[in-house]
């Protein structure tokens, strides 16, 4: 909760802009290691991955705290509090990226928690708590389609079948970490027992133009989307372009266009729902060929799981009567499913405080992108800051910004809820 009397200005942020400036140079610095030279990528375990590890926790090591890669690759930072046995508070995000990525996504986060970190080390301010700073090895799920390996790993919630999964070079999750010198008994050991946590805090780009459109640095989010991914193999007859009458065709590729507008349709029928056809594919497809397979994905997302779950149930069922009606079969395959998770009503309250400390109106919002938050929701108590995205709202992207004063924002709110959080 947040104290009753005047704040304390104890560990007081530095001038205005020294926050944000810092933040975005690490992010430029960090954006160095890719995997690609002309764009950002960063997958798990990938030497670009390794090389980003190293840079953080050396700069952590800078700012004061202890630092550690750990089992899975998560590195983790430690501003240690006065009081040895006391409870930790994790400040956290991902610094894995998706295929041509933005510098912000994940790693907004952690930067902001490195420098509020560093300002308190500097100030010879300690805490009530422990703050860690965590920068989570993987999140987006790009490699092995197996998405917040690291927060699950230190949640507890560590998903054991999925060592099962290889990526496409064939490497399964478990020999890729078995050459990296981890087991299955040191993955466990990462897990945090809720009673030693004292929350999580996020610190995020928006990834969307709400924000934006409101004039808003920041937001204050009050629930995590919940997320259902599927893939769908739909199985026609090939046949001749020239020679098949159009009412004689079974063609996959057609049914496939039919099930991705009826994704569309469906999730257009709530506020927080969305539905998106993200990857569409006619393997081995010719311009002269009739398709006998279509290959897509499907992503449903809402605020609330019954919402999300009826979607889906009435998707599935469209996909069935598509594929009678039009003589096809098609393969469903559910890749994951995560539920929704509502962030704490204190710790919503707390970043209210903060938010309006800085002579910012607080405004809060859902959303519905999947964050390593949604991995401690029931283990501690959670809370997220957005931080407005510029160029539209675009995320996932090159195009990706943040400006330097909405940064500054970010670490400066950050830091006065550390400082006043009983």
Not at 298 to 327: C, H, K, L, W, Y
Not at 328 to 356: D, F, K, N, W, Y
Not at 380 to 385: A, E, Q, V, W, Y
Request: aromatic content about 4%; charged content about 20%; hydrophobic content about 45%.
């Amino acid at each position: 909760m947040v104290k009753d009397q005047a704040r304390t200005d104890s560990g007081a942020a530095p001038d205005a802009g020294v926050f944000g400036a810092r933040i975005l140079d690490l992010a430029h610095q960090l954006a160095r290691w890719s995997e690609q030279p002309d764009d950002l990528t960063c997958t798990y375990y990938s030497p670009a991955h390794k090389a980003a590890a190293a840079q953080l926790r050396d700069w952590m090591h800078s700012a004061g705290m202890s630092a550690e890669i750990d089992a899975v690759g998560n590195v983790v930072g430690r501003y240690a509090s006065a009081n040895r046995d006391a409870k930790a508070l994790i400040v956290g995000s991902h610094y894995d990226t998706v295929v041509d990525a933005g510098q912000f996504d994940g790693r907004l986060g952690i930067l902001t928690g490195l420098v509020v970190a560093e300002h308190l080390r500097h100030a010879g301010r300690r805490l009530p708590f422990h703050l860690d700073v965590i920068g989570f090895a993987e999140e987006e799920g790009v490699r092995f389609s197996a998405p917040y390996l690291g927060s699950a790993a230190i949640a507890g919630r560590f998903d054991e079948t999925i060592l099962r999964r290889s990526d496409t070079n064939g490497v399964s999750l478990a020999a890729l970490l078995q050459s990296e010198g981890t087991g299955l008994a040191a993955i466990r050991a990462l897990a945090r027992r809720p009673g030693t946590l004292r929350g999580y805090l996020e610190v995020h780009i928006e990834q969307g133009p709400v924000l934006l459109q409101r004039g808003l640095p920041l937001g204050i989010v009050t629930s995590i989307a919940g997320s259902g991914r599927f893939r769908v193999a739909v199985r026609g007859v090939a046949g001749h372009a020239g020679t098949v009458p159009m009412t004689l065709r079974h063609d996959a590729a057609t049914a496939a266009a039919e099930i991705v507008l009826a994704v569309e349709e469906r999730c257009s029928k709530a506020p927080t729902l969305v539905g998106t056809v993200g990857q569409l594919a006619v393997p081995q497809g010719a311009i002269n060929v009739i398709p006998a397979t279509c290959e897509f994905s499907i992503d449903i997302r809402a605020s609330d799981d019954a919402t999300r779950d009826a979607a889906i149930a009435d998707v599935i069922a469209a996909i069935a009567r598509i594929a009678e009606r039009r003589g096809i079969a098609a393969e469903i395959t559910e890749i994951g499913r995560h539920g929704a998770v509502p962030c704490a009503s204190s710790m919503q309250s707390a970043l209210a405080a903060s938010v309006a400390g800085a002579g910012i109106e607080p405004f809060h919002l859902p959303s519905g992108a999947g964050h390593d938050a949604a991995m401690f929701g029931g283990v501690t108590d959670i809370g997220m800051l957005f931080v407005r995205c510029g160029n539209g709202g675009i995320s996932h992207s090159p195009l990706e910004t943040v400006m330097a004063e909405d940064a500054d924002l970010a670490a400066r709110v950050l830091l006065d809820l550390l400082v006043n959080l009983d």
